[in-house]
């Protein structure tokens, strides 16, 4: 696999569904060069096919372009200058060549991740579905040195995960990147400083080289400090600064997490619309999500907006009993059914490890995964988060992560990498591996009783393939399960899965007749998997 350095300087070259770069040298000095200077490439394809993409600046009179070629061949570029009179940047053609891939990294080897036809789900360009399961860590690619980096994507990869969720510039709970640097300076006329963009470069290029989808957040709208961006910055600077990043990190292998835990209602949204069809009015490769607040649901809100195109939604912290039943009652349950169609992911479940916000208990790995599991079947199945208090901040072990006291003390993030519920991930992945996860879609129906509306702890959730044959039921540490199976045309088979080891047999406790009730044992919860049921009903 090439480096970056081997990439950069190859550049009259690149490989299928990789990244081509190039560097262009002004003739001049600028003041301020992100304000003084836009720098666009056209990049014709060797079928004809044109695609204009933003360059960025990178310190001293260098500007980069990086591009992610789609077709084997020779491909050519054009440069457009907003200085038409700088002949380093304005006019300059050249040629690269794109040859196939031939490697086992999924991202290069199935294309880019796009919208399944269904809008349900994610997929490769090349049809292959992609249950996307992300680790959060928003400070890591920030703070890590790079072998201590390159140790936690391998061990995520083990786990199973396939994305990762960081912040890209810095925000409240980052208040500068391991060399002291911030991702800009000033407000009305903001600086944008390069080296933090460049120590970030290592960290994205290394995520997609392992095969992990990058999940940058561009913009934290939060109003609780003058670090989050989309908070303090003017309108058009919030929109310099994510159109920066997007031209930086355009080629990777990316989804876009616009913005985190802004006003999303009433004025709000009519300002983060604005902007955001600023920012993505352009040729697009990725998806697009927003990042609300807990239990704040902002697709109503932004259902038209066509540039939006996972609802993301962040069940947080809590652990009351509103926050309970906002997965299995709220509208991650209901507002699926909206129109046009979107994956639904929670991008913020609890953290494990992290002190819950009601009882200032820490939530263990069977709380985490009920979160995620409830997440997973109340929606059409798309994918879900998984955060590990420790690992989120790139903590030390010394305290809380920074400017969150309130979460707890955390471990060190090589500790946290190994918490029960981590590991458990593990196990979801295999799980979805072996089902059409993609065809899965809610199925209260097929539970005769719901637990969950006496104690929300208990809520049992159900879902099953569009042909109804195959179902799978996640029941939480402590309940019950109580099935309608209808009468179908052979015995149902039943598979008990536990999520916290992976082993899985065939039921031995019989269904009793009457009710329906399977009675497992009360001390961890289950998956149970159904094949054979009679079809859904219309």
């Given at each position: 696999?090439?480096?970056?350095?081997?990439?950069?300087?190859?550049?009259?070259?690149?490989?299928?569904?990789?990244?081509?770069?190039?560097?262009?040298?002004?003739?001049?000095?600028?003041?301020?060069?992100?304000?003084?200077?836009?720098?666009?490439?056209?990049?014709?394809?060797?079928?004809?096919?044109?695609?204009?993409?933003?360059?960025?600046?990178?310190?001293?009179?260098?500007?980069?372009?990086?591009?992610?070629?789609?077709?084997?061949?020779?491909?050519?570029?054009?440069?457009?200058?907003?200085?038409?009179?700088?002949?380093?940047?304005?006019?300059?053609?050249?040629?690269?060549?794109?040859?196939?891939?031939?490697?086992?990294?999924?991202?290069?080897?199935?294309?880019?991740?796009?919208?399944?036809?269904?809008?349900?789900?994610?997929?490769?360009?090349?049809?292959?579905?992609?249950?996307?399961?992300?680790?959060?860590?928003?400070?890591?690619?920030?703070?890590?040195?790079?072998?201590?980096?390159?140790?936690?994507?391998?061990?995520?990869?083990?786990?199973?995960?396939?994305?990762?969720?960081?912040?890209?510039?810095?925000?409240?709970?980052?208040?500068?990147?391991?060399?002291?640097?911030?991702?800009?300076?000033?407000?009305?006329?903001?600086?944008?400083?390069?080296?933090?963009?460049?120590?970030?470069?290592?960290?994205?290029?290394?995520?997609?080289?392992?095969?992990?989808?990058?999940?940058?957040?561009?913009?934290?709208?939060?109003?609780?400090?003058?670090?989050?961006?989309?908070?303090?910055?003017?309108?058009?600077?919030?929109?310099?600064?994510?159109?920066?990043?997007?031209?930086?990190?355009?080629?990777?292998?990316?989804?876009?997490?616009?913005?985190?835990?802004?006003?999303?209602?009433?004025?709000?949204?009519?300002?983060?619309?604005?902007?955001?069809?600023?920012?993505?009015?352009?040729?697009?490769?990725?998806?697009?999500?927003?990042?609300?607040?807990?239990?704040?649901?902002?697709?109503?809100?932004?259902?038209?907006?066509?540039?939006?195109?996972?609802?993301?939604?962040?069940?947080?912290?809590?652990?009351?009993e509103a926050y309970l039943r906002w997965i299995p009652e709220g509208p991650p349950s209901t507002a699926w059914r909206?129109?046009?169609?979107?994956?639904?992911?929670?991008?913020?479940?609890?953290?494990?490890?992290?002190?819950?916000?009601?009882?200032?208990?820490?939530?263990?790995?069977?709380?985490?995964?009920?979160?995620?599991?409830?997440?997973?079947?109340?929606?059409?199945?798309?994918?879900?988060?998984?955060?590990?208090?420790?690992?989120?901040?790139?903590?030390?072990?010394?305290?809380?992560?920074?400017?969150?006291?309130?979460?707890?003390?955390?471990?060190?993030?090589?500790?946290?990498?190994?918490?029960?519920?981590?590991?458990?991930?593990?196990?979801?992945?295999?799980?979805?591996?072996?089902?059409?996860?993609?065809?899965?879609?809610?199925?209260?129906?097929?539970?005769?009783?719901?637990?969950?509306?006496?104690?929300?702890?208990?809520?049992?959730?159900?879902?099953?393939?569009?042909?109804?044959?195959r179902g799978v039921v996640y029941v939480p540490r402590g309940s019950q399960a109580a099935l309608a199976l209808g009468?179908?045309?052979?015995?149902?088979?039943?598979?008990?899965?536990?999520?916290?080891?992976?082993?899985?047999?065939?039921?031995?406790?019989?269904?009793?007749?009457?009710?329906?009730?399977?009675?497992?044992?009360?001390?961890?919860?289950?998956?149970?998997?159904?094949?054979?049921?009679?079809?859904?009903?219309?």
């Amino acid at each position: 696999m090439a480096s970056r350095e081997q990439r950069s300087e190859a550049t009259n070259a690149a490989h299928r569904w990789g990244r081509w770069e190039s560097a262009f040298e002004s003739e001049r000095d600028y003041g301020n060069p992100v304000q003084d200077v836009a720098l666009d490439l056209d990049l014709i394809s060797p079928s004809g096919a044109i695609h204009r993409v933003g360059a960025f600046w990178d310190g001293g009179r260098v500007w980069r372009a990086r591009f992610c070629p789609d077709e084997v061949g020779t491909w050519r570029y054009e440069t457009h200058c907003s200085d038409q009179t700088d002949a380093g940047l304005h006019g300059r053609s050249g040629t690269f060549a794109c040859v196939d891939y031939d490697g086992a990294n999924p991202l290069f080897r199935h294309c880019q991740i796009l919208m399944a036809p269904s809008c349900r789900s994610l997929e490769h360009a090349d049809g292959t579905p992609f249950f996307f399961l992300a680790d959060t860590c928003w400070n890591g690619p920030h703070l890590a040195e790079p072998a201590d980096w390159d140790d936690y994507l391998v061990d995520r990869v083990g786990k199973g995960f396939t994305a990762v969720l960081f912040t890209a510039p810095h925000f409240r709970g980052l208040a500068a990147n391991a060399d002291g640097q911030t991702a800009f300076t000033g407000r009305e006329r903001i600086a944008i400083d390069p080296r933090f963009f460049q120590r970030l470069d290592r960290s994205v290029d290394a995520l997609n080289d392992r095969g992990l989808l990058g999940v940058p957040l561009l913009l934290h709208g939060g109003k609780d400090t003058d670090r989050n961006a989309g908070h303090f910055l003017p309108k058009d600077q919030a929109i310099l600064l994510a159109r920066y990043m997007i031209a930086r990190y355009d080629a990777h292998h990316v989804l876009w997490d616009f913005v985190a835990e802004a006003e999303f209602h009433g004025m709000g949204a009519r300002y983060w619309k604005e902007i955001g069809r600023a920012v993505f009015d352009g040729e697009r490769h990725h998806p697009v999500t927003l990042h609300p607040h807990g239990m704040d649901w902002a697709l109503y809100d932004f259902v038209d907006e066509a540039w939006m195109d996972v609802a993301g939604y962040q069940s947080a912290h809590g652990d009351n009993e509103a926050y309970l039943r906002w997965i299995p009652e709220g509208p991650p349950s209901t507002a699926w059914r909206l129109r046009p169609q979107r994956p639904f992911i929670n991008l913020e479940p609890p953290y494990e490890g992290h002190l819950a916000q009601h009882s200032y208990q820490p939530f263990d790995a069977a709380m985490t995964r009920r979160h995620i599991y409830w997440s997973l079947l109340v929606s059409p199945t798309a994918g879900v988060a998984y955060g590990g208090h420790g690992v989120w901040g790139w903590d030390d072990g010394t305290g809380a992560p920074f400017a969150h006291e309130q979460t707890g003390p955390a471990p060190s993030w090589r500790e946290a990498l190994d918490l029960p519920g981590a590991a458990s991930m593990r196990h979801l992945a295999d799980l979805m591996a072996a089902l059409p996860w993609w065809m899965l879609r809610p199925a209260p129906e097929l539970l005769a009783e719901q637990p969950g509306w006496d104690d929300p702890r208990l809520a049992v959730v159900a879902a099953r393939t569009a042909d109804g044959r195959r179902g799978v039921v996640y029941v939480p540490r402590g309940s019950q399960a109580a099935l309608a199976l209808g009468a179908p045309a052979q015995p149902v088979e039943i598979t008990r899965f536990d999520p916290a080891t992976g082993e899985q047999a065939a039921l031995a406790i019989p269904i009793d007749a009457a009710s329906g009730r399977v009675s497992l044992p009360d001390d961890q919860d289950w998956v149970l998997l159904l094949d054979g049921l009679a079809p859904a009903p219309d």
